[in-house]
């Protein structure tokens, strides 16, 4: 069967065709009812969602044929495993050609199997078991802090549990103990770390100690168990391998000595309320309460039994061209929390399983929800929340299916991520949407984590969402994998080499041209990332970006965004297209306020640049406003932007090559791009443009351009359209206003 991208037909997974009827099934949960007599009714609901899937697989089995909606009552509906919905649970109907739009899902059919929110009604889908039996810890270990003595309570892990990485109370995910840091003394590998005297101990429960590592890069942080500490020498092992080999970062991102390794989950770091500590060899939980019930002890705490609480999952043909896919699944008006962190444990099953720089990893259950071959599935109106890992996974085979209205708060790592297929011909992640959904204080455990991120997906529509105080980048459109990466290498098990043309198997990134003859592997490709409003990014880590494009597929649109009040101080720049990226739009984005200590906007290749307005600027960026970095940019249009420059001046469009002789390689040229018609103003120095004028007009370049003040109507009001007299409007140049960037609808908790 040949897939193409304008239609696809489906293999039929049943021996009987149905045609969905308007007419469905309705059954009820409710976590306080009685599973003796329950039959789904309103007045007799069943007590658990699995109860509930077991009458709706029995119904199937009778020969109905028409929609079926699973209503979940009031209160928290605990899943202790993971529950998984297969091809037969989803819609068994004949799907024929579908004209398939550029972007996004198109029309979709309604929903086959619908778990919906009694109306009025804040159902919790829950991983977590109660912990009970608290009492307060009176034989006060030595190494717990003196402020924390008689406010520390004690519990046994729950029956049946081995471990568990987070922990949750009413209020939402518990901070485990975590001392203050240290910085490594030598460069160590990517197993062994080098520490100071005292930072580290042999404790006796060791396997439940881990370090939280910054390994030598910008753009990445690593949580890691310790296998062995040898205090004498001050070197300690790790039970699994960071990303790099750990040691110092860059001086020009961090402070000699300042702390880069933390220690977790050790009584010496019990210090405030709020924070707990597991010691699985004695099954003792320890918790210094933020809450208490009225006797004093915990209340409502809960320990997570799973990282994820649904998979929805096809028939996964992961060698072959084809998959079957779920269909027609959607989840309306619920909240789901408390499942774990997906730990590193060892490097089986990781290593060369990481998405680019092991921002994530390919095909694992790290989120609360996850499509894993899966199609017409819909998230709409929902919460989640107060996890240990992720939202939303679309993984493998994902088309046409929507994650909308919905709100991702304090996550341990990403919002939303689609990912596809390692590097191949297997294209099967694409036209879906992520719509108007608000994603904000993600990346909370795994810093790097992105708050949207299309991985080998394409022809996507991500607009008009709100996402805000990640601890890196706020949205990635990536690949950044190439055929000839080993297998260990960052992403190198995820290619796929039995579909790689062999001429190309031993190809690197090599500029434009090579990246034309790879980028039929790379399936991140016209995807429309418009209207959404990004701000606070980079709270955590350093070099990440608002948006970031690399090492991926062509005619990516950046279009129509609001970047504003990205202030950190390692913040590089709010848009960039970074290391193999061309062909990328960049057209129409306001950059208000914002820091970027490299550039307003970077790129690496070529892309266009169009419309922008990069205006207050908080410093004067090193690389200038616009950068054009390490290769040639033959080709790239860059007209119709507006660059309002710091009083300080700074340099409106910069030629950064790599080192003193760009590593051998041709630098990029300011007279190789297509620029025109931009509009630059300086209010404390009117000459400011005059030696970049000379240079480009003696090549026939910004002819057109001109130095005046563009004549904002009120930018404090974010209007940025143009008050007549404006050259803006002499230059053709499109007026902006962010009213229309951004969410379009309110939370779904404030319903």
Known sequence: MHITRNSYFTLLTTSMLFTISAQAKDYYVSPSASEQAADGSVEQPY??????????????KSGYSKPVTVYLGEGRHPLNETLVLGVADGAQIKVEAVNLPKYGAGEVSDAWLSFKAQPGENPVISGGVPVTGW????????ELPEQAEGKVWVANMPEGMERFYTLYDSEGRLKRARNSGFAYTKVGNKRTLHFPEGALKDWDNLEDVEVQVRPGRAWAINMLPLKTVDVENGVATTGASATYEMGPL????????????????????????????????????????????????????????????IRVEGDIDYEGPTDIPVRGISFSGLTF????????????????????????????????????????????????????????????????????????????????????????TKDVNHHNEVVNNHIHHFSEITWHSPGLWAWQSGHNKMLHNDLHHSGYAAVCITTRVEPNRPLNGEGGRTIRQHEIDEALKTSGRGGYENWKEREKYNHARHNLLEYN?????????????????????????????????????????????????????????????????????????????????????????????ISYEWVPVKGSKVYHNIIVSHPDGGVANNERPRGENN??????????????????????????????????????????????????????????SFRPGSPAITLGIEPLNISKMGRLKKDPAAK
Request: net charge negative; proline share 6%.
């Open 135 to 142: 009492r307060l810890l009176e034989d006060t270990p030595k």
């Open 663 to 720: 590593g051998g390689n041709p630098p990029p040229k300011l007279v190789d791009t297509d620029m025109d018609e931009n509009l630059y103003y300086n209010p404390a120095d009117p000459d400011w443009m005059d030696a970049h004028f000379e240079k480009m007009r003696a090549a026939g370049k910004e002819e057109a351009s001109v130095v005046g003040d563009p004549m904002f109507v009120d930018l404090t009001a974010g209007d940025f």
């Open 250 to 309: 860059p001086g020009y991102l961090h402070k000699d000595g300042e702390p880069v390794v933390w220690v977790e989950n050790i009584l010496e770091a019990l210090d405030e309320a709020g924070e707990w500590v597991v010691n699985t060899k004695t099954r003792k939980i320890y918790l210094w309460p933020r809450e208490l019930a009225e006797d004093g002890s915990p209340k409502g705490i809960l320990a997570p039994t799973t990282t994820e609480l």
């Open 337 to 424: 929390s408390h499942a774990d962190r997906w730990a590193w444990k060892s490097d089986e099953g990781r290593v060369g399983w990481g998405l680019q720089h092991d921002w994530d990893m390919f095909d694992r259950p790290t989120a609360l929800l996850r499509f894993r071959g899966a199609e017409e599935c819909e998230v709409s109106d929902c919460i989640f929340t107060a996890s240990g890992g992720s939202g939303v996974r679309l993984d493998l085979h994902a088309q046409r299916n929507r994650v909308i209205d919905s709100e991702f708060s304090h996550l341990g790592e990403a919002g939303v991520l689609l990912a596809g297929y390692g590097p191949g």
């Open 47 to 60: 007590a658990t969602i699995p109860s509930a899937m077991e009458a709706v697989r029995a119904l199937r």
């Open 533 to 625: 409003d990004i701000s606070h990014c980079v709270q955590l880590l350093s070099d990440g970006n608002g948006i970031y494009v690399s090492g991926t597929g062509t005619g990516n649109i950046i279009r129509y965004n609001y970047l504003h009040d990205n202030l950190a101080t390692h913040f590089p720049a709010p848009i960039r297209c970074d290391d193999d990226q061309h062909e990328t739009l960049i057209y129409g984005n306001i950059l208000y306020h914002n820091g970027g200590v490299s550039a307003g906007i970077a790129t690496k290749g070529v892309n266009d640049i169009i419309n922008n307005f990069i205006v207050d600027s908080t410093i004067v960026p090193r690389s200038g406003y």
